[in-house]
C-alpha cells in the first residue's frame, strides 16, 4: 500500500472536519501576532512547500469576513510567495477561526494542490 504524503494527508483529514484537522499537521499555519492595535497573520509553510502566489490565499472567518494574505517578494517567475505572506485584521483577536484556502507546491513539482483548512 502506498503511504500517504503528509499534504494529502492534512487535505484528506482536512475534509473530515476541524476536530480530527487539530490533530494532524499539515503544510500550512497561521500566526497571529499584535500589530499597534489590529492583529497581523502570517501564513507560513512546512519546509518543503511553497505558497502558490498566483492564487492569493485567503481565510474566511466565522462571520463572513474574508482576508487575503500578500507579500511583496515572489520568486523570480512570480509563482510563489518568497516571503511569508500577511493579511491584517482589525482589532486584537486572542484567537482566530474560519477556513484557510490555499495552493500550496512540494518544492520541486510543478503542480499545485488546494488546500481547505479549518483554523
Excluded at 18 to 39: C, Q
Excluded at 67 to 85: C, K, M, N, V
Aim: aromatic share 4%.
Amino acid at each position: 500500500m502506498r503511504r500517504l504524503t503528509p499534504l494529502l494527508a492534512a487535505v484528506l483529514v482536512a475534509a473530515c472536519g476541524a476536530s480530527e484537522a487539530a490533530s494532524v499537521p499539515g503544510p500550512l499555519r497561521v500566526v497571529a501576532a499584535e500589530a499597534g492595535p489590529d492583529t497581523r497573520l502570517t501564513l507560513e509553510a512546512d519546509a518543503g512547500y511553497q505558497i502558490n502566489a498566483r492564487l492569493a490565499p485567503a481565510l474566511e472567518l466565522a462571520d463572513g469576513q474574508v482576508l487575503r494574505f500578500d507579500a511583496a517578494a515572489r520568486t523570480a517567475d512570480s509563482a510563489y510567495f518568497a516571503e511569508p505572506p500577511t493579511a491584517h485584521l482589525a482589532g486584537r483577536h486572542a484567537a482566530v477561526h474560519g477556513t484557510l484556502r490555499a495552493s500550496v507546491c512540494q518544492t520541486g513539482e510543478r503542480v499545485c494542490r488546494s488546500l481547505t483548512l479549518p483554523i
